[in-house]
């Protein structure tokens, strides 16, 4: 027997279908029509982690009639909170956050929006307890599974790399982001399960906020480490940094097997070149698109919170071919 998660996906996906065919109805026909909903992006207007997501949810929101009021919060924590208590006071249909701040630091918000009658959902990182607790109400995920995403993502490194037991490898990561976290902590549980010694190195705030200041830190490590054979992240943004940094380390593709995520420009480049092993493809369009749908399902009907793990697996550079033409349309 199929379970609820899988019915209520697969009626989701033809609801969505059924209205984007209809697309030219009138606004009063859409099944969204006069719902407002905030939503947290993520990094900024624009950049490749954020962009895929804009324009999923965009999508979806023309789709279903949805008003759509979008939030940047430059991937730092504290504005995701902020940013949700804007949300509230504006007192909106639905809200979708980003679980960066983890499960505590949203509870007491969550708990009173959802007094309010508020629909929230979840993208990108997970809040299970804030799921658990709520998804008869519309609390949904929609993203990677994070330790999972991170052993997919060691396994492509060691295949591709021909990587063995006592080969050195860096797990470049936001060890310190408790939840977010899982996915650069599964990364290293890929490699040491395969016998690798591994060096785990957190990514700072100031990273997040400017990637580029990835490339010295790299640069340096590499340096350190002579006998580096890989390179790991789970940060989408770093990942398009990666190759840069080899680059500025005297090294040539293939010399460091690297894994990352993410299909940024830089990052579809550093595949083609064969600076890149493999990217985890975790389809933030969806990311996007999904809790906006979540959002109408619940308002409308009911329906309770859906659970999507977007991602589709590491893609190498046959695969980047492939989808190079949604790519450039910033479906990815």
Known sequence: ????????????????????????????????????????????????????????????????????????????????????????????????????????????????????GIVVTAGNVPLPKLEARYRANGFGYAGTYLFKGGEITAQSMIKAGHLKKGDEALVYGVFAEGIRGQSAKGVVHGL??????????????????NPSQAVPTLVAFIERHPNLKAIGTQQGLVTSFIPQALKEAGKKPGQI?????????????????????ATLNQQLYLQGFIPVLQCVLTKRYGLEGMNVNTAAGTDAKAMIGKLTPLIKKGIY
């Open 192 to 209: 040491e399960k395969a016998g690798l010694k591994v060096f785990k190195l957190n990514i700072t705030d100031a990273v997040n906020n």
């Open 1 to 116: 027997m199929k379970s609820v998660h899988s019915m209520t996906y697969a009626v989701a996906v033809a609801a969505a279908a059924g209205l984007l065919a209809f697309g030219t109805a009138q606004a009063s026909t859409q099944l969204g029509h006069g719902l407002r909903m905030y939503f947290q992006m993520g990094g900024s207007p624009g950049d490749a982690s954020t962009l895929p997501r804009e324009i999923g949810a965009k999508d979806a929101a023309q789709a279903l009639g949805v008003k759509l009021i979008s939030q940047y919060s430059s991937w730092q924590p504290q504005n995701m909170i902020s940013q949700f208590r804007q949300a509230m006071a504006a007192s909106p249909d639905c809200i979708e956050i980003m679980g960066h701040p983890g499960n505590a630091a949203f509870t007491p918000l969550v708990t009173q929006a959802e007094k309010q």
């Open 257 to 277: 097997t690297v894994g990352g995520i993410d299909l940024a420009p830089s990052t579809l480049a550093g595949v083609k070149d064969g600076y890149i092993a």
